[in-house]
């Protein structure tokens, strides 16, 4: 996997800092913001250092649920969701391309939990974050 970039416990991270190393990619940040605000408009943003990978999150919360985990990288970004059982269907259902509902029906599963992430790199990435983003809050 693809090395954290935000390590440094001291350095609370800003959205001038996530832009500087994002480069390119900031626009889709912006609008994966913009989309899960017009959608949610009660989600919470939060920045969080986690000892055990020694590295920032960025994680949206909506009524104290986590939708996702953010990790930053050079250059881009890496959406983490995480599901119960209850997503299998509407995972399976949805428009999702077959490659990403594979990867989620043959990952790791941690307690009743299975994680889903997407490595950003195109408008499409930032569509199938919204999709899966859909599917935790109905489940």
């Not at 990978?53 to 009524?63: A, D, V, Y």
């Amino acid at each position: 996997m693809e090395t954290l970039v935000l390590s440094d416990k001291s350095v609370v991270p800003s959205e001038t800092l996530v832009f500087s190393i994002l480069g390119d990619k900031s626009a889709l940040w912006q609008k994966l913001m913009r989309l899960m605000h017009e959608k949610y408009p009660d989600a919470v943003e939060q920045w969080n250092y986690y000892n055990d990978g020694k590295s920032w999150l960025f994680r949206i919360l909506r009524k104290k649920k986590t939708m996702f985990w953010i990790g930053v990288l050079k250059d881009t970004f890496r959406i983490t969701f995480y599901f119960g059982d209850k997503a299998e269907l509407p995972i399976e259902k949805s428009v999702l391309p077959a490659s990403m509902k594979h990867d989620f029906f043959t990952s790791k599963r941690y307690g009743k939990f299975r994680g889903l992430s997407i490595l950003v790199a195109g408008e499409a990435d930032i569509d199938h974050a919204i999709t899966l983003a859909e599917i935790k809050n109905a489940v």
